[in-house]
């Protein structure tokens, strides 16, 4: 479907090409600003060296010229510098049927191939926190965006199940736990699993203090440290494929995929494909062999092998460790060879926060360096950090805000204040449940991707779940209000649909419409979902004002009343559409 500035937009040319006898000229056309009157507005600053003449008469002239030439236009007002049109009611009146389209809600993009787009890849020592959940809303609402565009999307995670921190978990637990599993504590799997990972740091920081007040120096005690000597024995049995030891690592781990998995589910979040540090970890020391064999990489006289990247501005990079142990980005290296090896993908996309950025320049310009050819078609989406007031969670010492916790929390505020608007008292108790969880996960998830992920969010739950202004129960009021209007009117929407005088409401909400593919459409070049909340908020204050001010329902004119009907149930639709994208469902009722 095209838009109103791009059927506008041939009208503007001509008049710029037929008036001042150039035609090698860009002009800068975009929507009137919702406080003026119009729908198209020209710039014409830049007209001034072309035209010679004052901006007033500049305008008049281009204004008369397009007024006359586009049916679509009804009038055109100067304001200063910028010149703009406002279009016709029965222009508003097909404008409404084109966007009821489903090629209006579906757009296709233009780019093609698979897109894989990794997210999560969480730890095995310890639960989702609220970190966690600004990578998975991230990763999936783009995922969502980019399939809804056409595109064929591959969604991953690599769990993190291997190394010292895992160990720790297990060490913890054979010295502490007395045989406790999920069932006998009735805990989930990674909740039981990271409650051992911080006895493990309470133990060693223990150990720490007292060898300190004997009189070791603190790095000195870190490494002497009884709890830090038996971890690396475990950790070398491990490696080494003792039995005993792969089995408690495997059930350990076991617990952990299942906790994960409920609260996947619980936030709506799946995968494509998953796979395992365990399995990855040494893929890329063939890498390592081939940039050798190409001089790409180096020896250093302690047998280690690095590249040198200081000709791109940044520093040497250890690549395999003198004993010939991989490092992280070793098996970065491997994963995404592979990954390119095993699926058809186009581009691959990184969800990892922004401490990393410094990570994937280097990976990436690793990978060009070995000639693939994908090199250049690899991104990280870089996002902030989530903070607490008082400061960085930290798993080790406990101080993160759970994910588990934290959707039973959204779960009971969304109870409280629902209850409070008194509106569900013949509804059933499931229900009532049901309706609860909807709301205080989409408040949850709101909260979270209406920030633009390049900012830090310094989250304070109090403030989360308030549910007023900007906020998913807002969008999720504003669709169940759309819903009860559709009840109301019986079946009965567009017996006498036909053009209508229309007023400012009706046609601001139009306008506003009309911009939704292009919202889904950039949030997703950019991979940005704010984008798409910032534009899902304008849409319902849109909405809500054109509510409160024209009586939908009830209009003298009956086909005033079908077209604003229509027009109701088609930003339902944009917005039920939209919120799915970003993971939120919309409730029939409040």
Known sequence: MKTTLERLKPFLYEAVQHLSSVSLVKLDIRPTRKEFSGHITLVLFPLLKIFKKPLEHIGREIGSYVKEHAPMVRSFHLVKGFLNFECTDDYYFRLLQDLCEDDFFFQKSSLKGTL?????????????????????????S????????????????????????????????????????????????????????????????????DLCAQGYKRVRAEEKAPMMQEVHKLLRLWERGDAETIALWRRMNSWVYQGFEQTYQRLGIDFDDTQYESNTYLLGKRIIEEGLKKKVFFHKEDGSVWVDLTAEGFDEKLLLRKDGTSVYITQDLGTAVERFEKYPIEALIYTVGEEQEYHFQVLFLILKR??????????????????????????????????????????????SFTQDLGKLKDSAPEEKESLYETIGLGALKYHILKVDPKKRILFDPKASVDFKGNTGPYIQ?????????????????????????????????????????????????????????????????????????VNILKAHDPSKAAFCLKLALTCGKVLKIAMKFLGINMPDNM
């Open 116 to 140: 894989m787009i990794e997210y999560s890849s969480p730890n095995t020592n310890k639960p989702l926190h609220l970190g966690h959940i600004r990578n998975h809303l991230l990763g999936h």
């Open 142 to 209: 783009i995922a969502e965006l980019f399939k809804s565009m056409g595109r064929k999307v591959i969604k991953t995670q690599i769990i993190n199940d291997r190394g010292i921190h895992i160990c720790k978990s297990m060490l913890a637990w054979k010295k502490f736990s007395g045989g406790e599993t999920p069932e006998s504590s009735n805990l989930k799997g990674d909740h039981l699993v990271g409650k051992y990972y911080v006895a493990f740091e309470k133990a060693y920081r223990k150990e720490i203090a």
């Open 370 to 415: 070995m000639g693939y050819p994908w090199a250049d078609r690899l991104f990280h989406l870089s996002y902030g950090m989530v903070e607490l007031p008082s400061g960085k969670m930290k798993s080790r010492e406990g101080t993160v805000v759970d994910a588990d916790d934290l959707m039973i929390q959204m779960h009971q505020v969304a109870k």
């Open 477 to 549: 009021y504003t669709y169940a209000r759309i819903r009860s209007l559709e009840s109301k009117a019986c079946g009965n929407a567009y017996e006498n649909l036909s053009v209508c005088l229309l007023g400012e409401y009706e046609k601001s909400l139009l306008k506003i419409l009309e911009q939704y593919p292009d919202s889904i459409n950039f949030s997703a070049k950019n991979l940005n979902p704010s984008l798409v909340v910032n534009y899902v908020y304008e849409l319902a204050k849109s909405f809500n004002d054109f509510y409160q001010n």
